[in-house]
């Protein structure tokens, strides 16, 4: 199984939140991935800040690239509307995208994925709660 890391959860990695020692434990197992729409959210912060160690490991993650159906966003955007979900960024519709893709399982601490769960069909790795 893979893992696609959402960047809501390394942000709370990186600031030591609740899910530190859980993300530790899946980075020890080597069950994570990234592609590089989260690395492009995550990697401008980290290099403002000069956190060049945690932007060479961030590249280092198995990644997996995106390939856009833009048809395929679209119709993902008119699902969520369709059933009430409104306000779904297109960078969430294309890592649903990816993982949906790539048979990725998303990790994301954003209440908007376990939403979207149901009427994009891709599978959600929930975060043990503290």
Known sequence: MNILIDSSV???YFRSGKQTGFLDSLIDKNL???NSL???ELIPALRAKNHSSLVRLLCNI???E???DWNEVIDY???CIKTGINGIGVSDLL???NAKQNNLVICALDNHFRKMVSVLDFSIFT???T
Do not use: G
Request: proline share 4%; charged share 15%; hydrophobic share 55%.
């Open 10 to 12: 390394w942000i709370d």
């Open 95 to 97: 890592i649903v995208q």
């Open 77 to 79: 955007s008119t699902k």
């Open 127 to 129: 975060l043990p709660t």
């Open 66 to 68: 995106i390939n856009i």
């Open 62 to 64: 198995r990644r997996f």
């Open 32 to 34: 994570i991935a990234t």
């Open 38 to 40: 989260i690395l492009a």
